[in-house]
Every structure is written in structure tokens, then in C-alpha cells.
């Protein structure tokens, strides 16, 4: 099943798009997937702010600030311009998590690391990040 039939938009070259990203998702809330044009692996996420998240994937502060997650390893191997930048489906900000988790069923991604919708719970930590917590 490939998830781009799902897509409601689809960036083909973020790195060229930001403007376009910006201004067509800016005061938008929903559902996105990144999905890595090299291994076809998805990841699924939600925000309130779907613009301004899609910007934050070509941070390297961003992308430095979560430096155990799959997915920002693999933008940081194949560059984020090796993906897709695409949004499933908008919705109201309070039904982000629910509709999430319909995706996260549906696709069952391979870069998220819950397969809970606004949850770690289940998610195994790194013994530096459990003493960070511990602190």
C-alpha cells in the first residue's frame, strides 16, 4: 500500500518548498508522514501547526535536539531532501492525537518508535536519557 495515495498534499522537494510548505499549512492542524525516498520508510506524526513542523525537519537545532530518534537519524544519513514531506489529512487541533493514531493503525510506520499516538509509553530509553530523567 503505498501511503502517497493517501495524501491530501505532497511536497516532492522540501528543500525547494519551504516557502510553499509554509504558507499552505500554516494555520493548519492534521496528520503528516515523512516517508524517505531511499528506504520507502514512513513516519507518522501530528501537529497543531503543520507549516511550522514541517520547518523543523530542516533544522539542525531540531534535528540535533532529538538525536536518538530513527527517523532524525535518517534525515541526517540521507538528507531531507531524500524525502517526501506529505499531509494525510487536516483536522481540528483537539482531533490531532485521535486521528494520528488512525494512521499509526493503518500504516504501522517504521521510524516511530510508540505505536501510541502522543505516547512514549513502550519505548525504550537509553540509559543517558533515564539519568537526564533521573535529574
Not at 13 to 22: E, L, M, Q, R
Request: charged residues 20%.
Amino acid at each position: 500500500m503505498s501511503i502517497l495515495l493517501y495524501a491530501k498534499r505532497i511536497y516532492f522537494s522540501p528543500h525547494t518548498d519551504k516557502v510553499i510548505i509554509s504558507l499552505e499549512n500554516f494555520n493548519s492542524s492534521g496528520v503528516y508522514a515523512l516517508i524517505c525516498m531511499v528506504t520507502n520508510k514512513v513516519y507518522i506524526g501530528s501537529s497543531i501547526k503543520l507549516g511550522a513542523r514541517f520547518l523543523d525537519y530542516m533544522q539542525p537545532a531540531y534535528l540535533g535536539s532529538r538525536p536518538n530518534s530513527p527517523l532524525v537519524k535518517a534525515i541526517i544519513k540521507y538528507g531531507y531532501i531524500n524525502f517526501y514531506f506529505t499531509v494525510l489529512e487536516t483536522c481540528k487541533p483537539y482531533e490531532v492525537l485521535e486521528r494520528e493514531q488512525y494512521w499509526l493503525d493503518l500504516i504501522s510506520p517504521e521510524y516511530n518508535l510508540s505505536p501510541t499516538a502522543g505516547s512514549t509509553l513502550g519505548v525504550a530509553l537509553s540509559e543517558e536519557t533515564k539519568a537526564k530523567i533521573g535529574i
